[in-house]
């Protein structure tokens, strides 16, 4: 259980982490942070959209557009991102179709690489679990 709910911290600061760099590296990528509340509040639910989309849009793709299977990660991430936007909450904005596009991409890759080398970095097998693996 707590190795879970650390995966679940660990997505969500990595979604965070994606969010701001493609606020800085994008112009119409806009995190309003006057309305930080909302914008704290974007991240949970783009972490939980995206965890709950990629398998669905993984099953439907798999049905009926195989040819679609590798643009999971970036579809879900844009569907989530455009749930977000729209959203009452204020905090984050995307202005102009580069926004979306890269922001999309940005948003994608830097959560995926941060979940991974987070994970590798805070969810390291226990020393008597990779014994138990080597002796077997």
Do not use: H, K, N
Not at 7 to 18: C, E, I, Q
Not at 43 to 48: E, H, L, N, R, T
Not at 82 to 111: E, F, K, Q, S
Request: with cysteine; glycine share 10%.
């Amino acid at each position: 259980m707590i190795t879970f709910l650390l995966r679940a911290l660990l997505y969500v600061a990595s979604a965070g982490v994606g969010l701001i760099v493609a606020d800085l590296l994008l112009e119409g990528f806009r995190i309003q942070w006057a309305r930080w509340w909302g914008f704290a509040l974007c991240i949970v639910i783009f972490a939980v959209l995206q965890s709950i989309l990629s398998p669905l849009i993984t099953r439907v793709t798999d049905r009926y557009a195989p040819a679609l299977i590798g643009g999971i990660g970036i579809i879900s991430t844009l569907i989530a991102l455009l749930i977000v936007v729209l959203l009452p909450l204020g905090g984050l904005r995307i202005v102009d179709a580069t926004g979306w596009i890269l922001g999309a991409v940005i948003v994608w890759v830097v959560t995926a690489l941060g979940t991974v080398l987070l994970g590798r970095v805070f969810l390291r097998p226990r020393p008597s679990a990779e014994r138990a693996r080597r002796d077997r």
